[in-house]
């Protein structure tokens, strides 16, 4: 069916127009509701910045100057910062005018800092020009200076949203600094520990985990006296008093070193190790001749072994055993006390029928296992578990030196006692 010609040139002009009369408003309600809904400007403040006219300390000011700093503060937030800054010069030579002006060139990417300071100077009470301050301070790399106002901002302006931002540039600044400190000594790198520590102890100086972290980085790095300097003020605590054993022992004090370590809670990372050490130390210290000769052997013999078994384990001493027979090979050993000791205790054998003890024949492998094995059952140590020669060595196992050298089997022994309870 086709539609009357008629019809359609007397309603198709009118439609159009209804049609689009209605377009246009229809147009012109979605344009306004995205202008509501939009984002800023692309100029709107970078800065997350308190308004000049609010927060404590805030000026009085009459209402031409209120009204100026008002409007500028609009503008600013519209993204419009030269108007804010002619607005701020309308108010005069007011805290509040001076600030947003300030706030101003902040939004056109300068910092100034210094001007700032000299606001906060003149307006110590004013909490708005302090956080402003902080703000541009970090972007001119004064850490220093931001923090510090930032702290000043939190005590003026405790429940404001702006008071947060002391804690997060101490998390940044000095939390992370030390921690990423710490990560680094434990990495090897005490150089990088040492300025990391630094730089956090440079904006808070009353860290004392900052300082014991220098202190470590300092005596990974041999700087004795430097370390000890960095622990002068710290309170006393567990790692403190390790520190100070590690500093004493360094110098050789080994009776300090030993006071030092034994204070230390039982558990504490290290502890048994450094107490078995200086013992060590202290006894080698005050050992015979003959004992220093039996820690330079490349080979210890069966005398050797034993005078270097009761120097270097105390609780041999303490030990009850048996009777020895007379062993006629040993008589005129200056070393003859501690062979007698590990015999009656049934570490080392002699031979019964023959007498003798062979104290210059050379110490296997085995006999130095066997001999170990013995000292740990007397102590109530666990009895040791030995690398397999030519394998991968399992965790916690021990390797048996071949040939028996004195120092290594020093070292073994110190190894071996790190986890007596101490």
């Excluded at 130390?281 to 005078?307: K, S």
Aim: net charge negative; with cysteine.
């Amino acid at each position: 069916m086709q539609a009357d010609p008629r019809t359609l040139h007397a309603v198709t002009p009118r439609s159009l127009r209804r049609g689009a009369t209605a377009l246009a408003a229809t147009l012109g309600l979605v344009l306004a509701a995205a202008c509501a809904s939009a984002p800023p400007p692309s100029g709107r403040a970078a800065f997350d910045l308190p308004s000049p006219l609010e927060g404590p300390g805030r000026p009085d000011l009459d209402r031409a100057a209120e009204r100026a700093v008002e409007r500028g503060w609009n503008a600013l937030q519209g993204g419009r910062p030269d108007t804010a800054a002619t607005r701020g010069a309308d108010a005069g030579s007011t805290a509040a005018g001076r600030l947003l002006v300030l706030q101003a060139r902040l939004e056109q990417g300068e910092a100034p800092t210094a001007d700032l300071k000299t606001l906060v100077s003149d307006d110590p009470g004013y909490a708005a020009a302090w956080v402003t301050l902080s703000v541009a301070a970090e972007r001119d790399d004064d850490e220093r200076t931001a923090l510090d106002a930032s702290r000043r901002a939190s005590k003026l302006w405790p429940r404001s949203r702006w008071a947060h931002r002391e804690q997060q540039l101490e998390d940044r600044w000095v939390d992370g600094r030390i921690q990423a400190a710490r990560t680094a000594l434990d990495a090897g790198d005490a150089a990088g520990a040492l300025e990391d520590a630094r730089k956090a102890l440079e904006l808070a100086p009353q860290r004392d985990d900052g300082s014991l972290v220098a202190a470590r980085a300092l005596l990974a790095l041999d700087r004795t006296d430097e370390a000890e300097s960095q622990l002068e003020n710290a309170p006393a605590s567990p790692e403190a008093t390790y520190l100070r054993g590690e500093i004493a022992e360094r110098r050789g004090d080994l009776a300090t070193a030993m006071e030092r370590y034994d204070a230390l809670p039982p558990g504490f990372p290290g502890r048994n190790a450094a107490v078995v050490r200086t013992r060590l130390g202290w006894r080698l210290a005050n050992a015979p001749q003959w004992v220093h000769e039996a820690l330079a052997a490349p080979q210890v013999d069966r005398a050797q072994l034993a005078a270097l078994l009761v120097t270097l384990i105390p609780g041999l001493e303490g030990v009850e055993g048996g009777t020895v027979p007379l062993i006629t090979d040993v008589v005129d050993l200056p070393m003859r006390h501690e062979i007698l000791l590990t015999l009656r205790l049934g570490v080392l054998e002699a031979d019964p029928v023959e007498r003798r003890f062979f104290p210059k024949r050379p110490v296997t492998t085995e006999e130095l296992a066997d001999a170990l094995e013995a000292v740990n059952h007397l102590l109530g140590l666990p009895p040791p578990v030995w690398c397999e020669p030519g394998q991968p060595a399992k965790p916690g196992c021990k390797i048996l030196p071949d040939p028996p050298s004195g120092r290594a089997v020093a070292d073994l022994v110190l190894e071996m006692q790190e986890g007596e309870p101490s």
